[in-house]
Each structure stands twice: as C-alpha cells, then as structure tokens.
C-alpha cells in the first residue's frame, strides 16, 4: 500500500519496475540470474516459514528447492562461459552496478515483499508471485536472445521454461483461492 496526497493504492507492489543496469556480457547476465534466483529462494523460504495452508506451504517449499536448482545450473554456467570459478564475492563482483544483496525475480527488494506480504491473503500473495515470475519468464527469454553461445542459449531457454511452470503453479493455486 502506497500512500499519496492523502490516497491510498491497494492491490501487489509493481513488479519488474527494477533499474537493472544493462547486463551486457554473458558473464554479468548469468550474475544477474543468479542474484535474482537467490532472492526468489529467500522470498519462497520466508513465505513457507509463514504459511498455515499446508498446500501453500509445500508448493512455496517446492518453489524454494525449484529456486536453488536454478542457482546451481547458473553457477556452472558462469564457470563454462568464464572459465573461472566463482568466488565468495560473487555475484557482486561480475555484475557493473546495482542491483545488489536484496533483490529478487521482478527487480523487487526481499524485505520489501515480505513486509507486504504480511497479513495478506493468500490470493494477494498469488497474485504477486506470479507477477514476479511472470517478470523473471520474460527477462529469460530476453537473456536467451542475447547470448551467443549454444550452451548459455539452452541455459536460459530451460530457466525461462521452469519458470513457466512456476506460473502454471502459482495461476492453479490462484484460480482455487479467488
């Protein structure tokens, strides 16, 4: 909720308005995915931890396990494509500028849809979910286009497939709660 001039907007923060600085290499847009994945997993995590609905609450486990999946398939990608290990520091030393630490899929900060989240209804919760992997299934399918390479190609073009899946989810789970 927004407050402005004394009015008040309702309904799920704006999703995929981030500033992402333009991910060029394909070093910096594997980062990028990496950096939004975790947060997703953080957000997915928090939301099972909170949930009483025990379809919920498994299907946000899922999506968390779904999540560190993506992680993994990413940090081998970065290793092919760079031909270098990822240190500690990663993914903050690969990507230029912002974003940083807290971001997630829809370039929203965790903390900030965890405290919308709060009180919520189920349905709203839905809602924001598959905004943000709505945001995340197009920001693939734009990645896999720039890349060059076969293998960062199918990489993307599987992530973006998943996080489809994610969406038939998240839309079934809406459709029983509205």
């Not at 990028?32 to 928090?46: H, I, P, Q, V």
């Not at 560190?68 to 030393?93: A, D, M, V, Y």
Request: aromatic share 8%; hydrophobic share 35%.
């Amino acid at each position: 909720m927004r407050a402005w001039k004394g009015l008040v907007a309702e309904g799920i923060p704006e999703a995929g308005m981030a500033y992402f600085t333009p991910a060029t290499r394909p070093e910096e847009m594997v980062a990028l995915a990496w950096l939004l994945e975790d947060g997703m997993r953080k957000f997915y995590e928090s939301l099972a931890q909170i949930m009483q609905d025990q379809e919920a609450k498994g299907t946000f486990e899922n999506l968390k396990r779904s999540e560190e999946n993506h992680k993994t398939t990413l940090w081998k990608l970065f290793e092919e494509i760079s031909g270098r290990t990822p240190t500690h520091e990663f993914p903050n030393k690969v990507i230029p500028a912002e974003p940083r630490g807290d971001v997630m899929e829809g370039g929203m900060l965790v903390s900030e849809a965890l405290e919308w989240s709060r009180g919520k209804a189920l349905k709203d919760i839905l809602e924001l979910c598959i905004s943000l992997e709505t945001n995340s299934y197009d920001l693939y399918l734009k990645m896999e286009q720039k890349v060059e390479t076969n293998k960062a190609k199918q990489v993307f073009k599987t992530l973006s497939e998943e996080e489809k899946n994610h969406l038939d989810r998240l839309t079934s789970m809406f459709g029983k709660n509205i």
